[in-house]
């Protein structure tokens, strides 16, 4: 999958970069559902603000700022 978004190119690019928004917030969630330590959980939400607020796209920038609050 990661090849043919990678491919198409900057078409390409949004897909791929909301696909990895996704799965690092899933990543997120999952980490704070099994009752991880605040520092694991803390530094996967920096992982997933970071990489959203890096982002072009304005939905995944939105997404960051609503989990956020």
């Known amino acids: 999958m990661w090849n043919a978004l990678i491919d198409a190119g ?3 690019m949004t897909p791929l970069t909301a696909w990895i928004a ?3 917030l899933r990543d997120l969630l ?3 559902h099994t009752g991880a330590d605040h ?3 803390g530094h996967l939400q920096w992982k997933f603000l970071t990489w959203c ?4 796209i304005p939905e995944v920038r939105q997404l960051a700022v609503t989990v956020d609050h």
């Open 10 to 12: 900057t078409i390409g």
């Open 22 to 24: 996704k799965e690092r």
């Open 30 to 32: 999952a980490c704070a």
């Open 53 to 56: 607020a890096d982002s072009d």
């Open 39 to 41: 520092h694991r959980i």
